[in-house]
């Protein structure tokens, strides 16, 4: 099964450090984590400054454990997990990739559908329904070069 310290230094590959795009409808971030999030976790201080251990504390309270990350095989766990830090819906997109009823509840029947399948079909298929979302985002314009490159990153990984 997957391993979040694994998964979350490869996530700083896809995310970086600051950032402060005013394209970016998530505005001001660090180690992908936005200004808002990290307020609602209680971190009151300038977002250069953000330190590492508290982004990481963020990532697996808000997404790797919101997609089980610790009960699934590695590759996918990473791709629910990126999708999930970069926004979206991965918990449908995993529940859509293996079959299962859509109904944004990462349960039982989900994790064991998952499980079932191949782990190369549910990451291409994921990746799949993860580009649809992205494609009709207002934000695509802009962010499409670097997003593409991303899951195309993503899936390197994965057949490596």
Known sequence: MADFDHAFAALLGNEGGYSNNPADPGGETMWGVTARVARAHGYAGQMKDLPLSFGRAI??????????????????????????????????WLQQAASVTVDGNFGPVTLAAVLAADPDKIVMRFDAYRLKYMKDLPTWPNFSRGWADRIANNLLRAAS
């Open 59 to 92: 990532a697996k309270a808000e997404y790797w454990d919101v997609i089980h990350g610790d009960d699934l095989p590695e590759e996918i766990a990473f791709q629910a997990f990126d999708a999930a830090y970069n926004g979206g819906h991965p918990v449908q």
